[in-house]
């Protein structure tokens, strides 16, 4: 609940327009809609930060220095017999260079102490990446010096350590070796037991290639380890800019207690960096001049508004109580999905006219025109429930309507039918519509509440487009019961008592199906021969072929990616093949020049979205052309993304196979309670058993063509 408050206060003043957040009906699940956004990466960022703000003392640079020294010497002695090549083993890319954004925290009397651009230069002429030294002399200093080979030390030309708490940089694919190193127990223990190492954010803003991280010395000074403040005394925080600068900025307050705890902690670090730390990374290190009292400070640096103003939100929102981590994703852009509503919408209008047609065409104008009005009237309604719930109308949702519009007119075929058997009989056109209404009530409560208790356990069980199909299905079911029975009754006991003239055929219609006798089982042995025929191949497919599962049972990535022109489907995937290690899926999507593709590369890492992405960029550039960056190749040619993790494919999975359970279920005890008969509910179970083989076989069978 903590969470969904937090995550609440967050996307609201993220700015979209009319964000949706709900409960899933799993345990420590929330779906969150956010049409118009433009920057998911900003999005998974804002969604998956804890906001676990820090203030530490920190130790100088000098010293820390020494211990660097000794550290490599006992690296040194450790690596010397291995030959190791340090600058392969550390092409693993840093944990701390995907989420982090930029912060810097002063307040009025706190200057942030940065190392000169002159000692930079002096760092990039160390760096062993860049050094122009021959082979064998590259290889000779990484050998003696296996620390300093990946962590360049934070001095001066003449050698001196600059003040602060920066003990060193390192180029992003080298920062998780400097950990590795740090981290051995040999080293470990050499350096003070309060010592801890944190990475800071973002790049060093001097270093023109934006490759090289800060390393920070931070020191504990309390029992229990943890930090003297935390971001739990913030009492508000908002965006602002620097009028002298004119950059963004976070004026934050604090509460009583976390005033006298922070003026303390500035008198007695007078002359030292205090490190502002968020979710594990520095944002800033400055130093403090002269004692801060008032408990009101700012949070400053090289960063964007929008960064300013997640980082207040954050404070603002508060800490989440645990990391939020996102287990499915869906991006639509908005060509895709302009498409994709009117291919809905058309499909729905198109349907909508056809019945309404129908109606006209079988049962007279009169009799046609009534039931084409429940129509409209089921249709208001669902959708004036939608709206009224703020319930969200999704694309399956759509098709849950289209579903609805032919089961609302199966209630009036119902109601007409008997209608008719009533006026073949002799009865008078009163009579005949009240007993064709009393007739028609078991055989249309009985279809709709089956159904209605399908959809209950689909929106139940269901997460995302399989709730959204279910809930305007519920929603239509109660709906159209109401149009189709009560209103259609009210306008003809209307008309007779107006006298008027009603027929329920027309001279086309009149004698329509009234002979037919088709005797089904007497053709039994030929269905069984068909029937067995048909699930004999189902079964046979399914053992040889098996099924080819979306990523919704499977997990994975799937992206629709429009192209200029035609490619064939083999040649995107031998591209692709070289940037993922395995031949992802093309298929052709909605027209020949759009390709829907999906892949599992990475699928086990939730951060790596941005990876994925540059890597299918990358393997569709020489189809793209260089003129296409992967800016223009994210707004122009990907049109739409799609996320499932392997732990909600599974969760897909157990769920959908207990919704035909329960379903199953739920249908055999309602028929056996309605017909007192359990041979009733038996035959039922079965006869949906033996369908749902022939359509599953008939997807192992077809899948691939």
């Known amino acids: 609940d903590n969470a969904y408050n937090i995550l609440t206060n967050r996307i609201d003043r993220f700015g979209v327009v009319q964000p949706t957040i709900q409960r899933l009906s799993t345990q420590g699940r929330i779906m969150i809609e956010l049409p118009g956004v433009k920057d998911p990466t900003r999005v998974r960022k804002l969604l998956q930060e804890t906001a676990d703000l820090e203030f530490w003392e ?35 890319p840093a944990k701390t260079k995907t989420t982090a954004k930029s912060e810097k925290s002063t307040s009025a009397n706190i200057n942030d102490t940065t190392t000169s651009a002159d000692s930079l230069i002096k760092l990039l002429e160390a760096d062993t990446t860049k050094k122009k030294e021959s082979p064998q002399s590259l290889e000779e200093f990484k050998t003696e010096n296996p620390l300093f080979a990946v962590l360049i030390p934070n001095t001066s030309r003449d050698g001196k350590y600059i003040p602060g708490s920066v003990v060193g940089f390192a180029h992003a694919r080298d920062t998780a070796m400097v950990n590795k190193y740090l981290h051995m127990k040999q080293v470990r223990a050499i350096f003070p037991r309060n010592l801890r190492f944190y990475w800071h954010f973002k790049p060093y803003k001097y270093d023109p290639q934006q490759s090289l991280f800060e390393l920070h010395a931070i020191k504990v000074t309390t029992r229990d380890g943890r930090p003297p403040l935390t971001g739990d005394v913030i009492t508000g925080a908002r965006e602002e800019f620097d009028q002298n600068t004119g950059e963004a900025k976070v004026t934050m307050s604090m509460n009583a207690e976390g005033a006298k705890t922070w003026a303390r902690l500035t008198r007695e670090n007078v002359g030292k960096a205090i490190a502002i730390v968020l979710d594990n990374y520095v944002y800033s290190a400055p130093r403090v001049n002269s004692e801060i009292k008032g408990g009101n400070s700012e949070i400053t640096g090289d960063f964007t508004i929008d960064e300013a103003k997640d980082l207040a939100n954050m404070l603002k929102s508060g800490k989440m109580p645990a990391p939020a981590k996102i287990i499915q994703e869906a991006v639509v852009g908005p060509t895709l999905g302009k498409e994709a509503i009117n291919a809905g919408l058309t499909s729905f209008l198109i349907a909508f006219i056809l019945v309404l047609a ?78 064709g209404y009393k007739h028609a009530y078991s055989a249309i409560v009985d279809a709709n509440v089956t159904t209605f208790l399908t959809g209950v356990i689909l929106y139940v069980l269901g997460t995302g487009p399989i709730k959204g199909f279910a809930t305007t299905l519920v929603i239509g079911i ?49 269905a069984y021969a068909i029937s067995g025929t048909v699930i004999l191949i189902s079964i046979v497919s399914l053992f040889v072929r098996g099924l080819s599962p979306g990523i919704d049972f499977t997990g994975g990535r799937t992206y629709v990616v429009r192209f ?29 020049r759009q390709m829907k593709i999906t892949t599992q590369y990475m699928i086990d890492d939730p951060s790596a979205d941005n990876l994925v992405d540059q890597k299918l960029y990358e393997g569709l550039k020489p189809l793209l052309g260089d003129q296409v960056d992967i800016k223009t190749f994210n707004e122009k040619y990907k049109q739409s993304s799609q996320t499932v993790g392997p732990t909600i494919a599974y969760d897909i999975k157990v769920q959908a196979m207990w919704a035909v359970f329960f379903s199953l279920v739920i249908m055999f005890l309602y028929i056996m309670l309605r017909f007192r008969n359990w041979r009733f509910g038996m035959g039922a179970v079965g006869a949906l058993i033996h369908d749902s083989m022939i359509v599953i076989g008939m997807f192992s069978l077809l899948y691939g063509r």
């Open 58 to 92: 920190t130790y100088e640079n000098s010293e820390i220095g020494p211990y660097l020294m000794q550290a490599n010497e006992i690296l040194k002695k450790i690596l010397k017999p291995v030959k190791t090549d340090t600058t392969k083993s550390s092409q693993a």
């Open 358 to 435: 129908y109606m006209v065409f079988y049962y007279s104008t009169r009799a046609g025109w009534v039931a084409d009005l429940a129509l409209f009237l089921n249709v208001f309604f669902i959708l004036g429930v939608l709206a009224s719930l703020g319930a969200v109308l999704t694309l399956p949702g759509i098709a849950g309507i289209v579903l609805t519009v032919g089961m609302s007119v199966d209630a009036n075929v119902l109601i007409y039918e008997r209608i008719k058997e009533e006026l073949r009989s002799g009865k008078g056109m009163k009579k005949a519509i009240s007993e």
């Open 478 to 526: 109660l709906t159209s019961l109401f149009s189709a029975i009560f209103i259609t009754r009210l306008v003809f006991e209307r008309a007779l008592k107006k006298n008027s003239k009603l027929t329920f055929v027309t001279r086309i219609t009149e004698k329509a199906f009234t002979n037919l006798n088709f005797k089904y089982i007497e053709k039994r042995k030929l």
């Open 564 to 592: 200029d022109k035609a490619y064939p489907s083999q040649d995107i995937q031998k591209d692709l093949a070289k940037v993922f290690g395995k031949a992802p899926e093309v298929k052709v999507y909605g027209n020949v």
